[in-house]
């Protein structure tokens, strides 16, 4: 009996680690009926408190570099997305202000700049190899903007893992919606 239950334990931790190395574990839907947005993240990730800035953050349990979080700004009411540019535009900009402002020793290079129609809304869909001065990482970003607020989602991850990671960050970019 006993051995049954030590069995049944090991296979248990075995599953539960497998999703957080995002192995195929699957996703759970985050929903922010306040801000009015939503979109799904990978099993084994954890809820980061107390980041100042993003909204929300999420990291994975096992790779601590890899995360997905959420900005919400004010922007001028009654402004489409296509007011700040098209996508490639909007993506430069958001390079250039945040993710490789001057000085910050950070270069961002814009890989892909999509557009994406969801309902009413549209999305831009973008993806970045970010250098670092020891590192790189790729970074997808979806932008929308809806109820007067411009709503970035950004999801990141390490280079070297972008070949094992890209399918899941594609997915909890492209699950991204506002209200």
Known sequence: MLKRFAVIALLLVSLTLQGCANLGGGFKPYIDALDGYKFLYPNGWLEVSGAEGPDIVFRDLIEETEN?????SAIDSGKQLTDLGDASQVGLRLAQRVLAPKDSGREAELLSALERSQGDKLYYDLEYLIKLPNRERHHLAS???????LYTLNISAPEQRWDKVSKIFKTVATSFTVD
């Open 143 to 149: 932008v929308a903007v809806s109820r007067g607020k």
């Open 68 to 72: 997905v979080s959420v900005v919400v």
